[in-house]
């Protein structure tokens, strides 16, 4: 039985869910374009992830988005993945088929989309420096491995989680030259040397949190990118702005990620610029 008539449900779902932007956009795109669609947001327990997803098949929702911590359980669990999931080791787009549920991962598309949209470049022969190597930075060192940076830093405090990035993404791109900074000075060092800076820890999603780094590790010239995007400038972002770093925040990779996953799921082209205006309303206040 579909949950709501003709009319075509699509979530979110997440452990917390209360920070996503994904129905703004979303319900701003099928306004747009007349689609006879919702999307929502729910919080659900990664422990029911897998039971939840077929329920949601049955009841009729058209597709559905995950966020943290639901990527990593979705890719274990699910049967069938897309190339996109098996290469990023996590699927944030569930598509549901009359054969079964599979798993997507459009994180990588749109984090490359941004870039380019953001700086007119994207890693081809960069040294690139990932700030937190979870979920986010995993995705984002093996994309850039993958398209042809020179070289990466993965720069996180837990040493087991860098080992762990480092060997899969020598496995996916043995050219590639990694470095590994686990201490607050080689990072710092490390940094100031990099042409593109991706922050892909949690901190800077509260406006209190402080930057991770200080402005000696940015300098002009430097792409800074942080992940997050629920206020225009996190710390992070103001410190490197205020060393002459070009900055960038993550509502781009929101955008095109999710603008990717409707596609996905329906066949059709989303009102990318309905979303984009409703990001930046929400964002920026304009």
Not at 18 to 32: F, Y
Not at 115 to 128: H, N, P, Q, T, Y
Not at 225 to 243: G, K, N, S, V
Request: charged share 20%; glycine share 10%; with cysteine.
């Amino acid at each position: 039985m579909n949950l709501s008539g003709h009319t075509k449900p699509f979530a979110v779902l997440g452990h917390p869910i209360g920070h996503t932007l994904s129905p703004v956009m979303h319900n701003a795109s099928m306004r747009e374009l007349g689609f006879d669609g919702i999307y929502l947001a729910l919080d659900v327990h990664p422990d029911r992830l897998m039971e939840v997803l077929p329920a949601m098949q049955l009841m009729g929702f058209a597709g559905v988005n995950l966020t943290v911590p639901h990527k990593e359980v979705a890719f274990r669990g699910l049967d069938r993945l897309d190339e996109s999931a098996e290469l990023l080791g996590a699927a944030n787009t569930v598509q549901f088929t009359e054969s079964g549920m599979v798993g997507h991962n459009t994180d990588g598309y749109g984090f490359l989309k941004a870039l380019d949209e953001s700086f007119g470049k994207r890693v081809a022969g960069d040294v690139v420096f990932v700030l937190g190597c979870g979920g986010a930075g995993r995705a984002t060192a093996l994309m850039a491995a993958r398209e042809g940076a020179r070289s990466l830093v993965l720069a996180d405090i837990d040493a087991g989680r860098v080992a762990r990035l480092e060997a899969e993404t020598r496995a996916l791109a043995p050219d590639v030259a990694i470095v590994t900074a686990l201490d607050r000075s080689s990072q710092i060092e490390l940094c100031r040397t990099c042409d593109l800076v991706v922050q892909a820890s949690p901190v800077g999603m509260k406006r209190e949190d402080p930057s991770l780094l200080p402005i000696e590790a940015f300098r002009a010239g430097q792409r800074v990118f942080d992940l997050i995007y629920m206020y225009p400038e996190t710390t992070l972002l103001a410190t490197a702005r205020q060393a002459g770093a070009e900055i960038a925040n993550g509502l781009g990779m929101l955008l095109h990620q999710g603008a990717r996953a409707f596609e996905i799921w329906t066949g059709e082209e989303p009102s990318v610029p309905a979303m984009r205006k409703a990001l930046e309303d929400a964002v920026y206040g304009s």
